[in-house]
């Protein structure tokens, strides 16, 4: 068995080789976002809810955001927000997420940050927050 997180239709494989039931502890809103898979699934492809299907388009590219950046971007109002949904998060999350100078677009914990600040402030700023520095 494998378990894939599923956010915005996509997959993204962070348990291979992990039965649902031995996933490390998300909250419960996040654990509904995974399913068991008997193969595993490449990160990026398609969930309709039934089947996985690789994309029809390329993945985009891979960037780099760092925290600091990820941080100016939100008000204050925000800042206190996500912390708020961080302090509820699991320890381990927690930690990762203050270890990390940037975080990686195409890393599974990627999708796990975005579903965070989607569930925080909506999928729209989770969009922004996160998005591509300008170059």
Do not use: C
């Not at 509904?32 to 993945?59: K, L, N, Q, R």
């Not at 509820?88 to 579903?115: G, I, N």
């Amino acid at each position: 068995m494998h378990s894939v997180l599923i956010v915005h239709a996509r997959a993204h494989q962070i348990w291979r080789d992990t039965a649902k039931a031995d996933v490390p502890p998300l909250s419960p809103e996040l654990m509904a976002d995974v399913i068991e898979t008997a193969g595993p699934v490449e990160d990026g492809w398609s969930w309709d809810g039934e089947i996985f299907s690789p994309p029809a388009s390329p993945p985009p590219p891979t960037y780099r955001l760092y925290r600091s950046v990820f941080i100016a971007r939100q008000s204050n109002a925000e800042s206190g927000t996500l912390e708020t949904a961080l302090q509820q998060a699991e320890p381990k999350l927690r930690q990762m997420f203050y270890a990390s100078e940037y975080f990686v677009s195409d890393d599974p914990l990627f999708a796990v940050l975005h579903w965070t600040v989607a569930e925080a402030l909506g999928e729209t700023r989770a969009d922004e927050l996160l998005a591509q520095e300008e170059q």
